[in-house]
């Protein structure tokens, strides 16, 4: 049985080859995964909210999209010049709880910086299941490429995205 690594709010874990990664009870927050095909190491960050203004930033760099990117990187040794051959795969983001101000829709926000992180550095989103107002978990097998996201009080999604992570199969 594969070993199961799940990130806890802020926290950052990585895997290589085999494995499985995930969350468990995104809300607002976000699982920002990484994975890089060449070495197949898959770092995954529990991402709660857009923007550092603490200093445990330093810390807990998967807390905050602009410092768990760069945090992910490191994990996955992978310099942000040569980013751009790396894959990305965003889950969560809700918007629990309905409200006006732009300033606490957190999940939101946490996948709009995201994505322009991501751009920045020309990684591309391979698979994306964010936004709307239902909680998720997932768990991501990094030896197959299957995803499974589950939502609360709804369905049950699993996608094969070996094809698109460039994971070969392994032979029998």
Known sequence: MAEVRLAGMGEIVSTR?????GCIGLGSCVGALLYDPRTQVAGLAHVMLPEAHEQDA??????YATTALPALLRHLDTPAALASRLKAILIGGA????????TLRIGERNVAMLHHLLSELRIN???EHTRGNSGRSFEFDVATGVLRVRVVGGTQVERDLSVALGIMPKAA
């Open 125 to 127: 989103i391979v698979f």
């Open 17 to 21: 080859g085999s494995g499985v990664v």
């Open 95 to 102: 918007e629990l709880f309905q409200s006006r101000s732009q």
């Open 58 to 63: 330093f810390t807990t760099p998967g807390k």
